[in-house]
């Protein structure tokens, strides 16, 4: 089970800023806060991942990431009140897209928990070495050319990469630089939060500390215990193959406009098959 895309809820305010980078127990930690604050968590991988037909998540994450840093204050009042407008109707925030914009997103939210999801330090390495092996920008961009949103990650993984550089002064891209951003992230939470505000917490720990940081009973449901490796490497699985299939069919049906000949129906009909596709 994995954390879907899910829409807006009406009134819902963001309450509770997720400061955990990915892969650190963020599918259960937004499922928990779903629970705890009785509305939708924005984990962000699952509303630009999961190959939802609706662009808006990951265009405008694009959008409010691709010039980082502002160089106005125009600039930057563009960008949050973008980013503002797209978690309206959300009650918490998390993951990748998110978690790199903790101060951004404190201006906007400013009574808002900042809480850090954690992992044992080697296993979140080993954890992310699989996601940086098996998605390599350029080709995830040719796989999934034809498939809404996802197609756009190349792009977003660009601008997240800048940030990365600005904040950490680094690119995760081997062991030793993802141990080294694990810990230069913490630190630029503990540089940018204050202390009253920033909480570390592991899903592993279940409902008694989240539930003592917000404030909130221990409801009567067990804990939601999601695989975040195993989700993700899922839904990337079943997106190629998606994307490939697609790549087969227009392959396919393009050797047999050639066959017939390249006449205006035949470009029609392509057009059309293309728009399908979208």
Known sequence: ????????????????????????GT???????????????????????TGTTDETHILTLIDVTKNF??????????????????????????????????PELMELYPDAKVICTTRDRDSWVRSMMMIVKA??????GFIFFWIPSVRHLPTLVDSLTNIHLQR???????????????????????????????VYYNVQDGWGPLCKALGKPIPDVPFPRLNDAGDAEKVFNNLAVKGLMRWAMVFAITVGFVALGWNGRGRAAMISFGARLQ
């Open 69 to 102: 840093p502002y160089q106005t204050a125009d600039d930057k009042r563009r960008a949050l009140t973008k980013l503002d407008r797209l978690l309206d109707g959300y009650v918490a925030t998390s993951d990748s897209g998110m978690s790199q914009l903790v």
């Open 168 to 198: 950490y002064g680094l690119i995760t891209d081997s062991p030793e630089s993802a141990l080294e951003t694990y810990d230069r992230h913490h630190r630029h939470l503990e540089e940018v939060v204050p202390k009253d505000k920033l």
């Open 1 to 24: 089970m994995a954390v879907a895309f899910l829409p807006p809820k009406p009134g819902s305010k963001v309450q509770v800023i997720g400061g955990g980078l990915p892969r650190t």
């Open 135 to 140: 998605s390599q920008p350029r080709l995830a």
């Open 27 to 49: 599918n259960s930690f937004c499922a928990a806060l779903s629970i705890l604050l009785d509305g939708p968590a924005y984990h962000a991988g699952a509303q630009y991942g």
